[in-house]
């Protein structure tokens, strides 16, 4: 195994594994607060922002993950339970989604353009 490979393979690891820790803080962060409510009537201060901090972590962490297994973040143990011609419907579907609302973004977002900047809105033809 050459010393990238090393390198690659000790990245990986603590990638899994610092994932699982985001999470497991995000758990024990929302626990403490809601014991300190119940019992001192007193929140731990910052929780929902460090919440919402950990949240994000281990999404962008797991994002490698679940992009190299080309899943969804929960949405692969939903989609595998459907036969496999199904599968292929739900996938195009989604891709259809993800396009459409790129699309409507692109759009919305010229005609905010010309809002603002009082740009006369031109009318939108492919050119060639």
Known sequence: MSVGQKIWRGI???DRYLG???????????L??????????TPF????ELV???????????LRQVT????????????????PIWQQIIKLAIHLAALLV??????R????????FMIPPQPWRFRW
Request: aromatic letters at 12%; proline letters at 1%.
């Open 45 to 48: 201060m910052g929780t929902m």
């Open 109 to 116: 977002s010229s005609r905010l353009r010309c809002t603002i």
């Open 32 to 41: 403490i607060d809601t014991c300190l409510r119940a019992f001192a009537i």
């Open 102 to 107: 790129f699309l409507s973004l692109h759009f």
């Open 20 to 30: 699982v820790i985001f999470l497991f803080n995000l758990i024990i962060l929302i």
């Open 68 to 83: 190299k297994e080309d899943g969804h973040i929960r949405m692969g143990e939903l989609i595998a339970l459907a036969p």
């Open 12 to 14: 990986t690891i603590v």
């Open 52 to 62: 919402r901090c950990f949240l994000i972590w281990s999404v962008f962490v797991s």
